[in-house]
């Protein structure tokens, strides 16, 4: 598979088998992930891989807590009802998800972790293996790190989350609008002259 392959076809998968995903597969995206940019060569991040069934269930119930509440303040969260769906299959199902990787880092290193977790989400595309970018679970963190055993002098905060598993759906290209009706040339407001090939 080639990059842009992977690079237009990685997407949300919220639906996902039950299929564990091979330790050998898990490295290599772990190992993606850490080859994201880090300035200033920091590496300040930290990574846990949970695939441990008794974790992932109490994973589960704080996700459907904490998705419930989101919709509670945000009805129209959702900008179609085919993501409403998806979405709601991944409450549903939560506690089956083989895999999911939790991103850390310092105060403030969003910029710094959320590269490496789409690093992460790449290479599993390129392996066979779906996933979403969350960060629903920044609004428990501090349940969240009770299960996974985050000291709470670590001085990291959770910047987001990937579940991850076998797609039970198929790759597609994501609906994006077209590059030349968000992109422009040399200046704001100037007509692009580039074009989705």
Do not use: K, N
Not at 3 to 12: D, G, I, K, Q, S
Not at 23 to 41: F, H, Y
Not at 72 to 88: F, G, K, N
Not at 136 to 157: C, H, K, N, T, W
């Amino acid at each position: 598979m080639d990059a842009a392959e992977v690079l237009c076809t990685t997407r949300a998968m919220r639906r996902m088998t039950t299929a564990p995903i091979p330790d050998e597969v898990i490295g290599r995206i772990l190992d993606a992930g850490i080859r994201a940019p880090s300035p200033g060569a920091a590496q300040s991040w930290r990574f846990i891989a949970v695939t441990d069934r008794v974790s992932m269930s109490a994973i589960a119930e704080l996700w459907r807590a904490t998705r419930e509440d989101l919709l509670a303040e945000v009805p129209d969260l959702y900008h179609s009802e085919i993501q409403a769906r998806s979405s709601q299959y991944l409450h549903d199902h939560f506690d089956e998800v083989p895999l999911l990787i939790c991103g850390y880092g310092p105060p403030g290193s969003q910029l710094l972790v959320a590269p490496a977790l789409w690093s992460m989400c790449l290479a599993a595309r390129a392996e066979g293996v779906g996933s979403v970018f969350t960060t629903l679970l920044i609004r428990s963190q501090d349940a969240l790190a009770g299960i996974l055993g985050v000291p709470d002098d670590s001085g990291m905060e959770l910047v987001g989350a990937l579940p991850m598993g076998y797609p039970r759906g198929r790759w597609d290209v994501a609906p994006r609008q077209p590059v030349e009706e968000v992109g422009f040339t040399d200046r704001w407001g100037r007509p692009s002259r580039w074009r989705r090939p």
